[in-house]
């Protein structure tokens, strides 16, 4: 019977330069890897990411204290367990941090993370399975489901050096008749969006951010929503696609105020009163946009800490759109149950590295579900070339999957491994389309067809 053997970890790089750790799980079957991504923050509310914080090596941003844990603690935790054992195998790696908050804070998610990640590698191996399978069966969902892809492809916000509060405009090929489709769809958006960025604003223009969106000299939201637009009609694929944002408010909510700072990039000059605006008037926006533009999903449209805002907007948009919690959240499980009982959203951002370990991501998958939460399966700007949440995302059925933009290798690695699992499929291949907020009635319809 394979057993794990061993376990070991090293630091890699990852798409932004940074340090970051991959974790090599030994069994009977062979070796298998995993790399840890990171955000470009980390929020309050979500599991922690173990640094240095030694100022001369990488900026405080090593992680050999993180390396030494999965190496001198977590393997000896878990060495002789069963690869396919992910519930008790994670269950192990968190008693051995035995944090008291319950956020790994003593060992690091991201060392955690790292070995939960690989043990399912390996318990796919010695099941003889593709990893999306095996996760599909550690969740025991009915069906493997391929996601919308939602592309970022306009940015803004504090990643990006023009004058848009908004820190995301995504493209989601809802109408697609695949998966293979949809990404046929994403790319000839993306090109047509870079022509003509280009004629309006220069080669420049068309330089890429962390997630291989592009940031135009643009001011105002609208205009950004136009642009995309204009881009959609000119391949002519806009009864194939929705708009998505991620408002990312908590960037320009203004703590002194109490109210939101749309032009919060620009601090050499005075805020024009016009550009201040409360939580009334940001769902006013939010509004125009949905009714204006087709915008049909928005992510953390107020400050994390705002629920009052986020139970109006959702009280009044909820049937409509999509509101996601991200910051909000931080796939953290209070903070969801929360959520449902206050009505404060509708959908979750599910990041691995909020939460640390695979089974509290299906966990928390199964909440969201069970609760009538929408889930979207996200990256990190710091992500890698590791497809992990391809398989997962998958696997789970969430119905949604968020890579950023159809450029950047470490991006396109999700997008690519889930045309791989679409081919693998295919006969039974089920692409979530038009049920992407809702993926389990899709579900529900192809097993009563099978009946």
């Known amino acids: 019977?394979?057993?794990?053997?061993?376990?070991?970890?090293?630091?890699?790089?990852?798409?932004?330069?940074?340090?970051?750790?991959?974790?090599?799980?030994?069994?009977?079957?062979?070796?298998?890897?995993?790399?840890?991504?990171?955000?470009?923050?980390?929020?309050?509310?979500?599991?922690?990411?173990?640094?240095?914080?030694?100022?001369?090596?990488?900026?405080?941003?090593?992680?050999?204290?993180?390396?030494?844990?999965?190496?001198?603690?977590?393997?000896?935790?878990?060495?002789?367990?069963?690869?396919?054992?992910?519930?008790?195998?994670?269950?192990?790696?968190?008693?051995?941090?035995?944090?008291?908050?319950?956020?790994?804070?003593?060992?690091?998610?991201?060392?955690?993370?790292?070995?939960?990640?690989?043990?399912?590698?390996?318990?796919?191996?010695?099941?003889?399975?593709?990893?999306?399978?095996?996760?599909?069966?550690?969740?025991?969902?009915?069906?493997?489901?391929?996601?919308?892809?939602?592309?970022?492809?306009?940015?803004?916000?504090?990643?990006?050096?023009?004058?848009?509060?908004?820190?995301?405009?995504?493209?989601?090929?809802?109408?697609?008749?695949?998966?293979?489709?949809?990404?046929?769809?994403?790319?000839e958006i993306y090109h047509k969006l870079k022509d003509m960025i280009a004629d309006k604003f220069g080669k420049a223009a068309t330089n890429v951010d962390d997630e291989g969106g592009f940031a135009p000299d643009i001011d105002e939201n609208g205009e950004a929503l136009e642009l995309l637009k204009a881009a959609i009609k000119e391949t002519g694929h806009q009864e194939l696609v929705q708009l998505g944002i991620d408002a990312a408010a908590s960037e320009f909510y203004d703590n002194q105020s109490g109210k939101y700072n749309l032009n919060f990039k620009q601090t050499e000059q005075q805020t024009p009163p016009e550009k201040m605006k409360t939580a009334n008037d940001l769902l006013r926006l939010y509004k125009l946009y949905a009714a204006n533009y087709g915008v049909i999903s928005i992510e953390d449209p107020f400050d994390k800490d705002d629920y009052a805002s986020y139970g109006r907007m959702t009280g009044e948009l909820g049937e409509l759109i999509q509101i996601i919690g991200d910051d909000f959240l931080g796939t953290n499980m209070q903070r969801m149950e929360s959520a449902v009982e206050q009505n404060?959203?509708?959908?979750?951002?599910?990041?691995?590295?909020?939460?640390?370990?695979?089974?509290?991501?299906?966990?928390?998958?199964?909440?969201?579900?069970?609760?009538?939460?929408?889930?979207?399966?996200?990256?990190?700007?710091?992500?890698?070339?590791?497809?992990?949440?391809?398989?997962?995302?998958?696997?789970?059925?969430?119905?949604?999957?968020?890579?950023?933009?159809?450029?950047?290798?470490?991006?396109?690695?999700?997008?690519?491994?889930?045309l791989r699992i679409e081919d693998d499929l295919g006969s039974n291949a089920v692409y979530a389309g038009d049920y992407w907020r809702d993926p389990w009635m899709l579900e529900n319809s192809k097993s009563s067809a099978y009946m």
Do not use: W
Request: with cysteine; aromatic share 4%.
């Open 1 to 187: 019977m394979s057993r794990i053997k061993d376990v070991r970890a090293r630091q890699l790089f990852d798409s932004r330069g940074s340090p970051t750790l991959e974790v090599e799980v030994e069994t009977d079957d062979g070796c298998f890897r995993a790399i840890v991504p990171a955000g470009s923050s980390s929020g309050p509310y979500e599991a922690h990411e173990l640094r240095d914080g030694d100022l001369k090596l990488f900026n405080g941003n090593g992680v050999s204290k993180a390396i030494k844990n999965v190496n001198n603690e977590l393997a000896v935790a878990v060495i002789g367990m069963d690869p396919t054992d992910q519930q008790g195998i994670d269950q192990a790696l968190i008693d051995c941090d035995g944090s008291d908050d319950g956020k790994k804070s003593r060992l690091g998610a991201n060392a955690i993370l790292g070995v939960s990640m690989a043990v399912s590698r390996a318990g796919a191996a010695k099941k003889g399975i593709p990893l999306y399978k095996h996760i599909n069966n550690l969740a025991g969902n009915p069906t493997v489901m391929l996601p919308v892809p939602c592309f970022n492809v306009l940015s803004g916000g504090s990643r990006a050096g023009n004058g848009l509060s908004v820190q995301e405009f995504i493209v989601m090929p809802t109408g697609a008749e695949s998966f293979k489709h949809a990404m046929q769809i994403g790319v």
């Open 344 to 418: 404060t959203c509708n959908a979750v951002l599910l990041k691995l590295n909020q939460v640390g370990t695979v089974t509290e991501a299906i966990e928390a998958n199964d909440f969201a579900r069970n609760s009538g939460f929408g889930v979207m399966v996200s990256h990190r700007a710091g992500d890698t070339e590791d497809s992990f949440i391809a398989a997962l995302c998958a696997g789970l059925g969430t119905g949604q999957l968020k890579s950023g933009a159809p450029c950047r290798s470490e991006r396109l690695a999700k997008y690519n491994e889930l």
